[in-house]
């Protein structure tokens, strides 16, 4: 079992940047490969960026590439997204997830663990 706790969420105005951070427990962290998912309302959680859990390989969806980066510290049992140039489009609730098997999955379902999501709204 892993357990996923995310912080850094907040309100920010367009162009402004935040960092979020997923802390995991539980299972031996650098096991596991990390992403980050969102989740507008009314609209289905996507995928937005995934580590491999050597910290190699890195995936990005289309509409955050060049803006958001995602690293771990795997000594932290820590996961980052740090995001600048925010748009008002980025708003929604920000997840972290975690599984064994597929390092860059942008589907859901693949994914173990989950964190309670974390609230960010950029303003216009």
């Known amino acids: 079992q892993v357990q996923l706790v995310e912080s850094g969420g907040g309100l920010v105005q367009a162009g402004g940047s935040l960092r979020l951070s997923c802390a995991a427990s539980?299972?031996?962290?650098?096991?596991?490969?990390m992403a980050w998912f969102r989740q507008a309302p009314g609209k289905e959680r996507e995928f937005v960026a995934a580590?491999?859990?050597?910290?190699?390989?890195?995936y990005y969806a289309d509409s955050v590439k060049g803006r958001f980066t995602i690293s771990r510290d795997n000594a932290k049992n820590t996961v980052y997204l740090q995001m600048n140039s925010l748009k008002p489009e980025d708003t929604a609730v920000y997840y972290c997830?975690?599984?064994?098997?597929?390092?860059?999955?942008?589907?859901?379902?693949?994914?173990?663990?989950w964190g309670q999501g974390t609230q960010v709204t950029v303003s216009s």
């Open positions: 580590r491999k859990w050597n910290g190699g390989t890195t």
């Open positions: 997830a975690a599984n064994r098997v597929y390092s860059g999955s942008f589907n859901p379902s693949n994914y173990d663990y």
């Open positions: 539980g299972r031996t962290f650098s096991n596991y490969n």
